[in-house]
């Protein structure tokens, strides 16, 4: 909501400043949310912590490895996940496959490895599932 649509939309790389505003935008949303008393303390954290890196190359903080609130730590993958698998206007989606081989190579790095591990295993488990409906249902 508070990065503009110039930034958002770009089909090219982002410059120097373009990154400055872009890395706010956790804060921002922080401070729109805090005031909201029916909000959970780990949803604030979600929102503030989402760009942290296990290695603690992520904003807004530079948190590492369990500094990083789980929930944070959780959406963090999910949240690479959407972005690879999404067309965006400076790139194609990637297929289930190739985001899953980019997250495997991102854990213990930039992702935590166990929720990494743990959200590949629901996926399989949502790919058997759907198999099985059609096999039943075919």
């Known amino acids: 909501m508070a990065i503009p649509d110039a930034i958002l939309l770009k089909p ?3 410059d120097a ?3 400055a505003v872009i890395k706010r935008h956790p804060g921002i949303g ?3 949310l805090q ?7 780990s949803t604030l954290e979600v929102v503030l912590y989402h760009q942290e890196r296990w290695d603690g190359s992520g904003y807004p903080k530079g948190l590492a490895g369990m500094d990083i ?3 944070a730590r959780v959406f963090a993958v999910v949240d690479v996940y959407d972005a690879l698998t999404s067309e965006r206007p400076y790139k ?5 496959e190739a985001a899953v081989a980019q997250l495997q ?3 213990g790095v930039l992702l935590d490895a166990r929720v990494v591990e743990a959200f590949v295993r629901v996926l399989a488990q949502h ?3 759907v198999l099985a409906s059609c096999r039943d249902a075919g």
Request: hydrophobic residues 35%; aromatic residues 10%; charged residues 35%.
């Open 92 to 96: 194609k989606a990637w297929t289930r």
């Open 30 to 32: 922080y401070e729109m």
């Open 127 to 129: 790919d058997e599932r």
């Open 12 to 14: 090219g790389k982002l």
């Open 69 to 71: 609130p789980l929930a």
């Open 35 to 41: 005031h909201i008393p029916s909000l959970p303390p």
């Open 17 to 19: 400043e373009e990154w």
């Open 105 to 107: 190579k991102e854990a």
